[in-house]
Structure formats: C-alpha cells, structure tokens
T-cell receptor
Framework: KAGVTQTPRYLIKTRGQQVTLSCSPISGHRSVSWYQQTPGQGLQFLFEYFSETQRNKGNFPGRFSGRQFSNSRSEMNVSTLELGDSALYLC????????????FGPGTRLTVL | GENVGLHLPTLSVQEGDNSIINCAYSNSASDYFIWYKQESGKGPQFIIDIRSNMDKRQGQRVTVLLNKTVKHLSLQIAATQPGDSAVYFCAIYGETSGSRLTFGEGTQLTVNP
C-alpha cells in the first residue's frame, strides 16, 4: 500500500506570495490533517479535513487555509507569505480522524525569502 | 487546551542499553497518547499508542507507560540500536481539549556504538 505523498518536496517563495501544497493520503483514508514544524515551535496542528469538511482547526491565522477533494486528496494554501512561514509542512492521513493512528508524509520544505 | 512538556531535549545511550523518554501533559481529560519517531529528512513515523483506559502497552522492543495521576507518559526502548537514533515525539489527543493533536518538543536520541 502506498504511503502518504506530498508535493512538492521543496519550495522557495518570496514574501507576499502565496503557495499551495498538496497531499495524497493512503488509499481508503478519509481524514487528512496538516502540521507545521519549525525548530522554534516544534510540531503544530493546523487543521483536519474529513470527507471534504474541515472538522478541527489549530491556532493559525486565516492566511492558512485548506480543502479536501472527493478523492480525499487535500491541499493547503498560505497567502501573503511571511518570513516566519518558513517551515516543514507535514500532512498525515488516517481512517477516521485525529483519534486514529496518523500516518505522515515526508513533508514539504517551504523557504520564504 | 493542552500543554505537553518533555523532560530532556537530548538523550545519549550506548548500543544495547535501554532508553527511556518522557513526556508530561497538563490536561487530565486527554484520552489518546502516541509516540512518534522522526528521522532526519523524513516525516514522523508511528511507534506505539495507548488509550487513557490503559496504563501500559507493549510492542516490539518498545513499551509505553501512562501515569494519569501525575499526567506522565514514557517510552521505553529495550536493547537500543543505532537505527533507533532519531527524534522522538509524544502527541496527545483529547476531544474535550479542543480535538487536536498536541505534540511535545521532541527528544533527540543518539545511540553510540
């Protein structure tokens, strides 16, 4: 069974731009969640989608948004990029949600210049 | 919400020794606890989990202990091997604490041959 895949793996943007990251979950998984990982703040929960609906949300500004498609693939968008948005963005999928085992992808490394 | 702390940011052990990594949490309503391993350049990998109705769970060479009285979680790795070198995170989930996964800061485990 293929694991969680994320594209692109690396991305360089400049301040003020926007970016879209993509996540393909494990086949059969309906929940996709997103996380930001930085050396200073560690791993922080962004949001979770299940069956195309956002079910849970972390404490991030509205510049961070996401969506999920009918095939469970998910995208995350960050608008008006700031230097502090440089991070590793991880997505994870699970069968039923955050109370189930999360399987993580390799992440997208975003650098904002 | 939930605050998750870790006792040691780094741990160095000799190959063959047992390793113990600790986490402390704040919300007594938390009900699902997970340990992840993250190797350099990869996403977190699930190791073992435990629900709040248990106090011990064993896997292959790993044991998780949950002490709800003092709100403490530990991961024990038996006969630690060089391949165990990684960053280890605890993650905590509770539906009454915001329905999100909260991660500890991580312990860098180094296994010396």
């Amino acid at each position: 069974k293929a694991g969680v895949t994320q594209t692109p793996r690396y991305l360089i943007k400049t301040r003020g731009q926007q970016v879209t990251l993509s996540c393909s979950p494990i086949s059969g998984h309906r929940s996709v969640s997103w996380y930001q990982q930085t050396p200073g703040q560690g791993l922080q929960f962004l949001f979770e989608y299940f069956s195309e609906t956002q079910r849970n949300k972390g404490n991030f500004p509205g510049r961070f948004s996401g969506r999920q498609f009918s095939n469970s693939r998910s995208e995350m968008n960050v608008s008006t990029l700031e230097l502090g948005d440089s991070a590793l963005y991880l997505c994870a999928s699970s069968l039923g949600g955050l109370a189930d085992t999360q399987y993580f992808g390799p992440g997208t490394r975003l650098t904002v210049l | 919400g939930e605050n998750v702390g870790l006792h040691l940011p780094t741990l160095s052990v000799q190959e063959g020794d047992n390793s113990i990594i600790n986490c402390a949490y704040s919300n007594s309503a938390s009900d699902y606890f997970i340990w992840y391993k993250q190797e350099s350049g990869k996403g977190p990998q699930f190791i073992i989990d435990i629900r709040s109705n248990m106090d011990k769970r064993q896997g292959q060479r790993v044991t998780v202990l949950l002490n709800k009285t003092v709100k403490h979680l530990s991961l024990q790795i038996a006969a630690t091997q060089p391949g165990d070198s990684a960053v280890y995170f605890c993650a905590i989930y509770g539906e009454t604490s915001g329905s999100r996964l909260t991660f500890g800061e991580g312990t860098q485990l180094t296994v010396n041959p």
